[in-house]
T-cell receptor, first 113, second 111 residues
Framework: KAGVTQTPRYLIKTRGQQVTLSCSPI?????VSWYQQTPGQGLQFLFE???????NKGNFPGRFSGRQFSNSRSEMNVSTLELGDSALYLC????????????FGPGTRLLVL | AQSVTQPDIHITVSEGASLELRCNYS??????LFWYVQSPGQGLQLLLK??????LVQGIKGFEAEFKRSQSSFNLRKPSVHWSDAAEYFC?????????FGTGTRLQVFP
């Protein structure tokens, strides 16, 4: 099976712009979670989608949003970018049932100038 | 509050030496515990996981971890480290929908 794929891999934006990142889960997986990784804050949970519904949400401002499509692919959007949004954004997929493992993609590295 | 503590930010070992990376957690329910490894510029690769049963779990690349409920610990071990093990290691607790990660331990391996 192909692993989790994320596009694009690298992105440069300027403050105030918005950005959309994409994640394609492992075939058959219905849950997609998003994480932000920064040197200062480490790995932080953003949100999780299961069957097109947001099931859990982390402690991030409303500028961070996401959605999931019927084929389980997910997108996350960050509006009005700030310098502090520069990070590696990781998505992970799982079957969505209790106790299942999350498998991570390679990440999208976002640089905000 | 749910949290994971990895007390060692950076560990340096010689190739062939044994390794133990520490992880302590705080979690309200019976935890699902994971160790992931990240090489520079890469995503996270699962090394091993504990859900229930035998408290000593085996993973990939010769790693193992032991769950100790009384100590709220899930330490990662390897009897003989290889130069290719140099990476950052993350302990995590949680479930399918959300993982809480420790701050990571960077492993450096000297020949």
């Amino acid at each position: 099976k192909a692993g989790v794929t994320q596009t694009p891999r690298y992105l440069i934006k300027t403050r105030g712009q918005q950005v959309t990142l994409s994640c394609s889960p492992i075939s058959g997986h219905r849950s997609v979670s998003w994480y932000q990784q920064t040197p200062g804050q480490g790995l932080q949970f953003l949100f999780e989608y299961f069957s097109e519904t947001q099931r859990n949400k982390g402690n991030f401002p409303g500028r961070f949003s996401g959605r999931q499509f019927s084929n389980s692919r997910s997108e996350m959007n960050v509006s009005t970018l700030e310098l502090g949004d520069s990070a590696l954004y990781l998505c992970a997929s799982s079957g969505g049932q209790g106790g299942e493992t999350q498998y991570f993609g390679p990440g999208t590295r976002l640089l905000v100038l | 509050a749910q949290s994971v503590t990895q007390p060692d930010i950076h560990i340096t070992v010689s190739e062939g030496a044994s390794l133990e990376l520490r992880c302590n957690y705080s979690y309200g329910a019976t935890p699902y515990l994971f160790w992931y490894v990240q090489s520079p510029g890469q995503g996270l690769q699962l090394l091993l996981k504990y859900f229930s049963g035998d408290t000593l779990v085996q993973g990939i690349k010769g790693f193992e971890a032991e769950f100790k409920r009384s100590q709220s610990s899930f330490n990662l071990r390897k009897p003989s480290v290889h130069w290719s093990d140099a990476a950052e290691y993350f302990c995590a607790v949680g479930n399918t929908d959300k993982l809480i990660f420790g701050t990571g331990t960077r492993l450096q391996v000297f020949p």
